[in-house]
């Protein structure tokens, strides 16, 4: 690296308000950063300002600049250092924001106050990070649920697009014809098919926490609920809660339209949700019921754990997602955790690239701590039964 670049570097990281031997490019990237992040010495603390224009031109400069995925985390820190939400209430300015799944909870949250000339606009950016992320996560879903679901029963008469390959050229090595270097299968080993009309249905119900700590939780499991909805095999509910329970089933067939169900915000009431979600279970043996939340309880927390634990007698899969999200790493209240833990009960983080496998496992009653280990996730440790 040349001194010429080194100190070019220095000038950028820095904030320096010398600019001499910044190109023009550099000044407007040096500009850009100080707005959001720097601090000058005759002007005090950076600032975007409340103008809208002023917002919009910085975006498109940040855009210039920086990849996507850099984009996103700048934008998402000028909402948070300065407050800028309020802009997003401007079908103008939303437009111009990189969509990405922290927007959308923005908008989530802001659902309430959105006037009507934004509401188009506002749909449309929520259509758009929908879309992204069916496009990432939906096929691999789809083929693992289905996979996890067919393979416990396999059948001699498989349809052609249910052949297991791997079994099926196991089981007939025998036959190989060397003459003609391929194997001749006398049987077909392959999945049987199961459908919603059977006794043996799985019911997965999704209860999912959206206050304000869970925005991108709520999104990814809103994603996950419609996908899943579309699984014959599977019957899907979504329950989304704070200190109101609103079940969201009806609308899984428009991902979009479950996002505007959501309202993000307000308190939480775990033990209501999940007796509204016990209401709803026929037949427990079959039931998965995944509790996304940080389990800070704000209604009755002995209430709560008496419940999961009945949940648990009764048969249920019941796991506790403290999180559904990209960062993985969530913050949770530890003794709930801790105590759930001690009742069997699976408790930890996920990303969502690693969910289709985790319903999978779940689907086939796998142990989900050695399922985890083998994705590097550590679960909460169970702490001894407490009558506090």
């Not at 904030?15 to 601090?39: C, F, K, P, W």
Request: glycine share 6%; net charge neutral; charged share 20%.
């Amino acid at each position: 690296m040349t001194e010429q670049e080194r100190t070019r570097r220095w000038q950028l990281t820095l904030g320096d308000e010398d600019q001499s031997g910044l190109s023009e490019s550099d000044i407007r990237l040096n500009a850009a950063l100080t707005a959001l992040y720097g601090v000058s010495a005759s002007k005090g603390r950076g600032g975007l300002g409340a103008s809208s224009p002023k917002v919009a031109r910085w975006l498109g400069d940040i855009r210039e600049f920086f990849p996507t995925s850099v984009v996103q985390i700048i934008q998402k820190d000028a909402f948070e250092r300065l407050n800028l939400k309020s802009l997003m209430l401007e079908p103008e300015f939303l437009a111009t924001l990189e969509a990405d799944v922290h927007l959308v909870a923005d908008l989530m949250s802001l659902r309430g106050a959105i006037p009507e000339k934004t509401r188009e606009t506002a749909r449309m950016v929520v259509r758009k990070v929908v879309q992204k992320l069916l496009a990432r996560l939906e096929h691999r879903t789809i083929q693992t649920l289905r996979g996890a679901l067919n393979r416990s029963q396999r059948t001699r008469r498989p349809r052609h697009s249910d052949i297991d390959w791997g079994r099926t050229i196991r089981t007939n090595l025998r036959h190989y014809q060397a003459d003609h270097n391929t194997i001749v299968p006398e049987v077909l080993v392959g999945y049987a098919r199961r459908t919603r009309s059977q006794a043996n249905v799985d019911h997965v119900i999704l209860c999912v926490d959206q206050s304000g700590s869970m925005a991108t939780s709520v999104v990814y499991s809103s994603i996950f609920a419609a996908v899943m909805a579309s699984v014959p095999g599977i019957s899907t509910q979504l329950i989304c809660f704070d200190t109101v329970v609103v079940d969201l089933t009806e609308q899984l067939a428009d991902p979009v339209e479950v996002l505007f169900g959501v309202q993000l915000g307000g308190g939480t009431d775990i033990n209501a949700a999940l007796a509204y979600c016990e209401q709803k279970i026929e037949h427990p043996a079959k039931t998965h019921l995944i509790l996304v939340t940080d389990l800070y309880e704000g209604g009755d927390a002995k209430s709560m754990l008496s419940r999961i634990a009945s949940l648990k007698r009764l048969g249920v899969n019941l796991i506790v997602l403290l999180a559904l999200s990209d960062e993985g790493h969530p913050g949770f209240h530890s003794h709930h955790a801790e105590m759930i833990a001690a009742m069997e009960c699976p408790v930890f983080g996920c990303t969502p690239d690693q969910f289709p496998d985790l319903m999978a496992a779940a689907l086939t009653r796998q142990d989900l701590t050695q399922w985890a280990a083998g994705q590097d996730i550590s679960l909460v440790r169970g702490e001894a039964k407490s009558s506090n």
